[in-house]
T-cell receptor, first 114, second 114 residues
Framework: KQEVTQIPAALSVPEGENLVLNCSFTDSAIYNLQWFRQDPGKGLTSLLLIQSSQREQTSGRLNASLDKSSGRSTLYIAASQPGDSATYLCAVMGAGGANSKLTFGKGITLSVRP | EPEVTQTPSHQVTQMGQEVILRCVPISNHLYFYWYRQILGQKVEFLVSFYNNEISEKSEIFDDQFSVERPDGSNFTLKIRSTKLEDSAMYFC????????????FGPGTRLTVT
């Protein structure tokens, strides 16, 4: 059974810092990995998707990497801003078939201090 | 930009009552999902739906749950006899049947069972 872990549960950084959020998963047989952002009481906004054959994806100040063999992904946020404060969720899609379910980590709650 | 919509945003019901949560997926998407998030816990997969039938379901999705695509646009989750432990945020998601299979989430329906 796939397990996704995100540590630490919470992170507080000063504005402008570059930071790395970690995600690990137990079963390397994945189809893809998605990073989401969740604001309090709100839905999930997809940030980046990495296919299992890819090493990284970039969108603006965000860069996500994937090391499937070691079961790890990182989300790099450059020059953090207070508006980046949110919970960041990592989710993997199993290789059981296209459009399989996503298995989520519990998320990392990021607070960027002005 | 197309988005997944969900109604209502908040539903309060008494234990034992039936509730129907509604979703309008992105129009050209063919796979549909329901997930839920109990307060403070991980987002959990409930069910996926394709070609008018359930393609995958979790152990949470027992006989009290059902899904339906009653017309060409709506996708519903019915909980027949609600329990206190059904209180959660319920998210609908959709994805294309091909390509990168990125799942797009709606804003959620907060279900409170009293």
């Amino acid at each position: 059974k796939q397990e996704v872990t995100q540590i630490p549960a919470a992170l507080s950084v000063p504005e402008g810092e570059n930071l790395v959020l970690n995600c690990s998963f137990t079963d390397s047989a994945i189809y893809n990995l998605q990073w989401f952002r969740q604001d309090p009481g709100k839905g999930l906004t997809s940030l980046l998707l990495i296919q299992s054959s890819q090493r990284e994806q970039t969108s603006g100040r965000l860069n996500a990497s994937l090391d499937k063999s070691s079961g790890r992904s990182t989300l790099y946020i450059a020059a953090s801003q207070p508006g980046d404060s949110a919970t960041y969720l990592c989710a993997v899609m199993g290789a059981g078939g296209a459009n399989s379910k996503l298995t989520f980590g519990k998320g990392i709650t990021l607070s960027v201090r002005p | 930009e197309p988005e997944v919509t969900q109604t209502p945003s908040h539903q309060v019901t008494q234990m034992g009552q039936e509730v129907i949560l509604r979703c309008v997926p992105i129009s050209n998407h063919l796979y549909f999902y329901w997930y839920r998030q109990i307060l403070g816990q991980k987002v959990e997969f409930l069910v996926s739906f394709y070609n008018n039938e359930i393609s995958e379901k979790s152990e949470i999705f027992d006989d009290q749950f059902s899904v339906e695509r009653p017309d060409g646009s709506n996708f519903t989750l019915k909980i027949r006899s609600t329990k206190l432990e059904d209180s959660a945020m319920y998210f609908c998601a959709s994805s294309l049947a091909g390509g990168v299979y990125e799942q797009y989430f709606g804003p959620g329906t907060r279900l409170t069972v009293t």
